[in-house]
């Protein structure tokens, strides 16, 4: 065993008893590299990764390869899901040698951490326009000693890119002028047209194969059409949701969704599963079931999050991270089906199950069969009743097979994303077990994650009673919006002072000079050769994006103009960039969205509070501020002398300007 045998993470322990001399990094590792003077090879994966687990077999297992990689290499192994700050770094830098990223991702650094060469995936011997893995080994050991100047030069020109890559699309704007000047209901049409340019009219998503979920890209249409009532938008949004949910992308039997899809019709997908994923899902089908009442929508959000009680829950309360696309070492294994093994379970129904799932005799995808729906039948009370037979059949043999792998650990920020959903759907669903979910989460976050003592610094990963690495901005973003989503759906209070406080730990810890960005990684963390400020909103949301959410939203709370301003700052430099590219910024899409569509300022006060908060959340209503309470708060404006004996009030506000209060929401409901 090498040392990663003392490691918790599932990716790390996987590779604990390959011959290579692997070390997790940190300080033993690097200080190694500088002794000996030897090129370090960082080589990043996550557990879930197919492709991670097909070099690991071909070239980490082989003695020979390994012998190579000890004699010439300091040899770190990184989970980067663990440390996506170091992830984003090596990333960036690959990207800027070859303009393609991906995992594994294996870069190469001088000893003091400088990248100068890099690469993802390379097989044993010579294939697919690749070098074999051994040849880049022994190249770049050899270009090590003989051309050290120019490798020297390299790193330096990468590093610099790192450090100008901060100030990107960050132009200066008047933070004098009002937010009307600043943004515009054109610049809302101008993002429309941009994402519907890149619509695929047919099977839904945007863009060609691959193809990801692109939630926050749907999200914007649905947000957009509830003002502007476009159909075209609203119908785009809506066929990707469709599109999705009838594909192999989705677990037709188990629930959930996979990463992405590796063809344009959502059938066959790279079957890892994230918890991510079906946290931001679940987000936006909240608001297509909000928006349009369709119960399509609200079975799948009651069969994705089954599916996260089942499969993805700790006993401590806890989101597990995400689970193999691999069983028995082949990908989809678990998933895919023959017709043999269909007609055995079914029998007599099985003929019906196979035209409604298109399952063929020669198969659909290598031989096997994905279920999905590339036609939906005729609606039936009876064949549904059939269907939801023939697929609890099937599931329970299933449920028999080698399961994938789990990634059991819990991470923060992927945590909040989740507890964020379950409080969406639960205002939209109503179901308590879903609020139960997310304050079960919540209070394994609080109670495991958050560092001792009167700080409220967190950890970033959780697992088995051991916490690790300090939480980067994703993790505080996406658990101030979750704080603030708990008090939507709670009318505790108590959740909007926590993420009051969090964000002035964020300010101080991560703000940049300019005070405008926040950094990846908070202050005095040394082991990072740059701090990244990241804007891109890519698989998961930027933690920059979401922080001007949060500070938009916590400044109307509680009157705090420098946050409000902070919030427009950071949006406005970046609104070039948002309109050319939304696709690439969509959680920014909405802050404009947000700001020029105007925020619902809802305040509840009286003994009935909560009730009323509860029909409030069952309302499509982007982007409101809600709060409630049975009596006057002095830290809040917002419900400052607005209680009345034997009276719940709602009051609605907008813009420093208010509407005479009603007692039922009916009666405010056209000026919402």
């Not at 090879?41 to 879930?48: F, K, N, P, R």
């Not at 992405?260 to 991510?276: G, I, N, R, V």
Request: charged share 25%; net charge negative; glycine share 6%.
């Amino acid at each position: 065993m090498n040392r990663l045998g003392k490691e918790t993470s599932p990716y790390l322990l996987q590779h604990a008893h390959n011959p290579v001399n692997w070390y997790p990094w940190g300080e033993e590792a690097l200080q190694l590299a500088e002794q000996q003077d030897k090129p370090i090879l960082v080589s990043i994966g996550y557990a879930a990764c197919h492709w991670c687990h097909v070099m690991e077999r071909e070239s980490f297992e082989d003695e020979a390869t390994a012998s190579i990689m000890n004699e010439h290499f300091i040899n770190i192994k990184i989970d980067r899901e663990e440390r996506p700050d170091i992830d984003h770094i090596y990333m960036d830098a690959l990207q800027a040698m070859s303009s393609s990223g991906g995992w594994p991702l294996n870069m190469f650094l001088l000893p003091n951490r400088r990248p100068f060469y890099g690469g993802t995936y390379f097989p044993p011997q010579k294939a697919y326009n690749r070098p074999s893995w051994k040849e880049v080994l022994l190249a770049v050991s050899d270009a090590f000693k003989t051309k050290r100047k120019d490798l020297e030069d390299q790193a330096s020109n990468l590093t610099e890119h790192l450090h100008q890559s901060n100030q990107f699309g960050m132009e200066t704007v008047n933070k004098l002028l009002p937010k009307e000047e600043m943004f515009s209901q054109a610049e809302c049409d101008a993002i429309v047209l941009a994402i519907m340019g890149q619509a695929d009219k047919e099977w839904g998503g945007f863009g060609r194969a691959p193809k990801f979920p692109g939630s926050f890209t749907i999200q914007y249409l649905l947000r957009y059409n509830r003002r502007k009532k476009d159909d075209a938008a609203l119908q785009q949004a809506l066929l990707s949701l469709d599109k999705m949910i009838a594909g192999g992308i989705y677990d037709q039997l188990g629930g959930g969704f996979s990463r992405y899809s590796t063809d344009e019709q959502w059938l066959a997908p790279h079957f890892e599963k994230m918890l991510y994923d079906n946290a931001l899902l679940t987000d936006t089908l909240c608001e297509a079931y909000q928006l349009t009442g369709n119960k399509a929508y609200a079975a799948t959000i009651e069969h994705t999050l089954a599916f996260i009680q089942r499969e993805m829950t700790s006993p401590e309360g806890g989101f597990y991270a995400a689970l193999d696309a691999d069983s028995e070492g082949v990908e989809g294994k678990f998933y895919v089906w023959s017709l043999e093994e269909i007609e055995t379970v079914l029998g007599k129904d099985a003929p019906a199950f196979c035209a409604y799932y298109d399952v063929k005799r020669e198969g659909n995808w290598e031989d096997h069969n994905i279920l999905w729906i590339p036609v939906p039948p005729e609606k039936s009370e009876t064949l549904e009743a059939l269907m939801a037979e023939c697929r609890a059949k099937l599931m329970a043999v299933r449920d028999q097979r080698i399961r994938p792998g789990l990634d059991d650990k819990i991470l923060l920020g992927w945590n909040a994303l989740m507890i964020h959903a379950c409080c969406k759907a639960y205002a939209a669903l109503g179901n308590k077990e879903y609020l139960g979910m997310a304050e079960n989460a919540m209070a394994c976050v609080w109670e495991k994650m958050k560092k001792p003592g009167a700080s409220l610094a967190f950890w970033h990963t959780y697992k088995q009673g051991d916490a690790r690495y300090p939480a980067f901005l994703d993790d505080y973003a996406y658990l101030i919006r979750a704080l603030i989503a708990l008090q939507e759906v709670t009318g505790e209070l108590d959740w909007l002072r926590k993420a009051k406080d969090l964000t002035h730990f964020v300010v101080e810890q991560f703000g940049d000079e300019t005070s405008r960005y926040f950094y990846y990684t908070a202050s005095g963390q040394q082991d990072v050769i740059v701090r990244k400020k990241e804007v891109y909103d890519g698989a998961v949301p930027s933690g920059n994006a979401i922080m001007a959410h949060n500070l938009w939203h916590l400044s109307i709370v509680f009157d705090n103009k420098e946050w409000a301003d902070r919030a427009l700052g950071m949006t406005a430099s970046l609104a070039q960039s948002v309109t050319r590219y939304p696709t690439s910024f969509g959680i920014w899409a909405a802050m404009i969205l947000r700001i020029v569509q105007g925020t619902k300022e809802l305040a509840v006060a009286g003994a009935g509070y909560k009730e009323q908060m509860s029909e409030i959340n069952k309302l499509y209503i982007p982007g409101k501020v809600l709060v409630g309470a049975d009596a006057d708060q002095k830290d809040m404006p917002l419900l400052q002398q607005r209680t009345q004996a034997g009276k719940t009030l709602i009051y609605l506000c907008e813009d420093y300007h208010c509407m005479k209060p009603a007692e039922d929401i009916s009666e405010i409901l056209n000026l919402i």
